[in-house]
């Protein structure tokens, strides 16, 4: 199934950079830093951070920290 389909079960209203920035960790199955969810996704890094807290808050994406960075990664037990 694809993601968009996925996510229209999710019920929530996602604006084009949400969904580009969820596809970029969805297709990785990995952790990513913001820098690489940008090169990915072709947002740019600004962007990616303002739109991160959100995509959190919402439980779609799960952060940990190393250090001073951070990495996110889909959460698809939100899919479930």
Known sequence: MKIRMKLKKLKRNWTKT???ILKALYQEHRPMSK???SKKSDVSWITVKKHMPSLVARGIVLF?????????????????
Request: hydrophobic share 35%; charged share 40%.
């Open 18 to 20: 949400d969904r580009l």
């Open 64 to 80: 940990h920290k190393e250090g001073k960075r951070i990495y996110y990664r889909f959460n698809y037990e939100a899919l479930v």
């Open 35 to 37: 820098m690489e969810i």
